[in-house]
C-alpha cells in the first residue's frame, strides 16, 4: 500500500465533502434552501449520521486498526513504547465511537451548568478535551522523540492540525454561539475545524502507513541478519 496515493486519496475526499458541505451551507444560509431534497442535511458538517460523521468515524477506525498493528508488530519485538500504541488505538476507538454517538455533546449541558461556562468556554465539553490533550502531552514526550525524525514530524503536524480544528475552532465557535447564536459564520466556522480535523487524520494514515513500511524494513534486516549469523 503505497501512502502517498492513500494520503492524496483522501485529501481528494475531504476537498468533496467540504465543497459539498459549503454548497449545501450556502443554499440554507443564503437562498433559504435547508433541506433541498436531502442534499443539505446530508453533507452538513454540523449534522450527525451523514456522509461528513460516517467518513470521519471510518478514518478514526482506520487509524485505531494501524495503530493496533504497530502495537501488535512492537509487542512482539519487545519495544518499551507498545503500551503507548496500545492506548493511543484504544483512544482512537473511542473518538471514532464519539463522532456518531456524539458523547462529548452529551457533557455540554452538564458541565455548563456545574462549572458555571460562557465565553469561549460556552461548550463546556472543551474543557475536558482541553485536559485530555494536557494529559498526552505529559504522557507522550518520550515516545514522540524515539520516532524517527519524518514520522516524528508528521504526528506532530497531525496533531497540531486535529487539535487546532478540535479545540481552536471549537472555542471560538463557542465565544461566537455564546453572543450571537448559531448562525452563517457558525456554519463557516464548523466547516474550518472539520476540514482541519480531517486534514488532520489524512496526515495521520500517511504517517503510520508510512512508518509501518519502516519498521518492515527494518524486519526484513533483522530476518537476513539472523539469517546469515
Request: proline share 3%; aromatic share 12%.
Amino acid at each position: 500500500m503505497n501512502p502517498g496515493k492513500v494520503a492524496r486519496l483522501l485529501g481528494l475526499v475531504v476537498l468533496f465533502v467540504a465543497l459539498m458541505s459549503i454548497v449545501g451551507q450556502f443554499y440554507k444560509h443564503v437562498l433559504g434552501h435547508d433541506y433541498l431534497l436531502g442534499f443539505v442535511p446530508l453533507f452538513d458538517f454540523n449534522g450527525e449520521r451523514n456522509i461528513p460523521t460516517w467518513y470521519s468515524s471510518s478514518m478514526l477506525l482506520l487509524c485505531s486498526v494501524l495503530l493496533a498493528i504497530i502495537a501488535a508488530s512492537t509487542a512482539r519485538s519487545g519495544d518499551r513504547y507498545q503500551m503507548h500504541w496500545k492506548v493511543l488505538s484504544a483512544t482512537f476507538l473511542i473518538m471514532s465511537a464519539d463522532e456518531v454517538i456524539q458523547i462529548h455533546e452529551q457533557m455540554i449541558n452538564p458541565l455548563r451548568a456545574v462549572l458555571d461556562l460562557g465565553g469561549v468556554f460556552h461548550y463546556a465539553w472543551s474543557v475536558v478535551g482541553l485536559a485530555l490533550v494536557l494529559a498526552f502531552v505529559l504522557a507522550y514526550p518520550r515516545f514522540i522523540a524515539h520516532l524517527p525524525t519524518r514520522t516524528r514530524r508528521l504526528f506532530i503536524v497531525a496533531a497540531g492540525l486535529y487539535v487546532g480544528g478540535a479545540l481552536g475552532m471549537e472555542l471560538v465557535q463557542g465565544w461566537h454561539d455564546g453572543l450571537y447564536g448559531v448562525d452563517g459564520v457558525t456554519a463557516l466556522i464548523t466547516t474550518v475545524e472539520e476540514v482541519l480535523e480531517m486534514s488532520g487524520v489524512v496526515v495521520f494514515v500517511y504517517a503510520l502507513l508510512s512508518y509501518m513500511s519502516v519498521i518492515q524494513v527494518y524486519a526484513k534486516d533483522a530476518d537476513a541478519n539472523g539469517l546469515h549469523g
